[in-house]
């Protein structure tokens, strides 16, 4: 049985952050907190916060903006967080809405309708609760019958969760499945650390999953299939968690948030995924020079660079391997699902593309597909 993307949606949110904006709320943090503790920051009893610089943002990293669920909040230099209400049980919650906004145009794009699908999967980097699970509420919202559950594999959720829509859909398990990611970064932001006050932006993907003798959209594309790999690393973490409340632990301290050594995560990931992703290519007898298409995970421009240039010996192309940072930032498991989103059209059938994710955990999840001849 062969499996096919046969539709994918994107819902972007409407509120945008300029690198200019994040700069200058954490600038004036930076000089209220280091005017105030002055006296001990020059005895050298505590550290000033260091002031950010947007040149340098888009230098390292190739953000620009991002978009966000909710702004404010996030530009108050006494909150520096976004202010998302709680709603009642009774209502949508907040990553069930936006996962059902991105499934909606996932399911248009495949032209399917929810009684086609028999599995949702939510997998992104952060669930606002663990239970009842988000897939389940969508599920519902939607209308589909079948099964939900949710993933959380921080970068490579979506890929790692279209591996299993993937091995449903093999096994007979499913005829078709909704693998969505509605990334909500922004609340576990820290917006008063320079290394990593502009990294993240919040949006939703969604794919459809299908047996290929049902696919009847215009832009199909066969999974020739799919590699993953995962190796033990401290270097991006956030320690916030359920057992938070049973040791007291401040919400708001550094470690409870996303961090990271960003550098060594560069050094290291950069390597593990050209290879990684060579592996792969090697299994279906492709070389890099053969691949049409990137659609690669995006944390950093640099990274993207890199990465190509190791797999194909030059630069790649803008054309060949997207970027979609300058607008989005790092949405977590959803960057490359965005750029593909933006970018698989133009294919043309039998051209190859790869979908590859690289980050926490570390993991690498990476899927080949061919654009099919309907
Ligand atoms: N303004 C001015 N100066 C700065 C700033 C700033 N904003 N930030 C850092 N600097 C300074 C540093 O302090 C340093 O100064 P010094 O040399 O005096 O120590 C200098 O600039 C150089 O800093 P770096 O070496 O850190 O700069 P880099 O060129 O390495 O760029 C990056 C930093 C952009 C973070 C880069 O290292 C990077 O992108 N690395 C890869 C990171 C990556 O891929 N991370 C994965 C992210 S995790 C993920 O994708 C999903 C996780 C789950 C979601 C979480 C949601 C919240």
């Not at 005017?35 to 916060?49: K, L």
């Amino acid at each position: 049985q062969h499996v096919v993307i046969s539709g994918v949606g994107l819902w972007t949110p409407e509120h945008i952050v300029t690198n200019e904006e994040l700069v200058q709320v954490l600038n004036d943090y930076a000089d209220q907190h280091n005017a105030e503790y002055a006296t001990e920051i020059d005895a050298g009893q505590r550290s000033a916060v260091a002031r950010s610089d947007a040149a340098f943002i888009e230098k390292a990293s190739g953000i620009k903006q991002r978009h966000v669920y909710v702004k404010d909040g996030i530009l108050d230099v006494n909150c520096m967080r976004p202010r998302i209400p709680e709603r009642a049980d009774e209502a949508l919650s907040h990553q069930a809405e936006m996962a059902v906004n991105a499934a909606q145009r996932a399911l248009a794009a495949a032209h399917k309708q929810p009684t086609d699908i028999d599995a949702v999967i939510v997998s992104c980097a952060y669930t606002q609760r663990a239970y009842p699970a988000i897939a389940i509420e969508v599920q519902q919202a939607l209308g589909i019958t079948g099964f939900g559950f949710d993933m959380l594999v921080a970068c490579s959720a979506a890929t790692f969760a279209q591996h299993r829509a993937y091995e449903m859909i093999k096994a007979g398990t499913a005829r078709a499945v909704l693998v969505i990611n509605p990334e909500l970064t922004s609340p576990q932001v820290n917006y008063r650390d320079r290394d990593s006050h502009f990294i993240f932006g919040d949006v939703a993907t969604a794919v459809v999953l299908e047996r290929a003798d049902t696919a009847n959209a215009p832009h199909v594309y066969e999974v020739l299939s799919t590699q993953a790999k995962t190796q033990f690393s401290n270097t991006i973490r956030s320690n916030f968690g359920y057992l938070s409340r049973t040791n007291d632990a401040d919400p708001f301290a550094p470690d409870k948030l996303f961090h990271q050594e960003g550098r060594t995560v560069f050094k290291e990931v950069c390597p593990m995924a050209a290879e990684h992703i060579a592996q792969h290519l090697a299994l279906h007898e492709l070389n890099a020079t053969d691949v049409r298409r990137w659609w690669l995970h995006q944390a950093n421009i640099n990274m993207n660079l890199l990465i190509a240039r190791k797999l194909l010996g030059r630069d790649a192309s803008a054309e060949e391997a997207p970027i979609v940072l300058d607008r989005y930032a790092n949405c977590a498991s959803a960057g490359s699902i965005i750029a593909f989103s933006l970018h698989h059209e133009d294919l043309a059938p039998g051209d190859v593309g790869v979908i590859c994710s690289f980050g926490a955990g570390y993991s690498i999840g990476s899927l080949v597909v061919r654009k099919v001849n309907l």
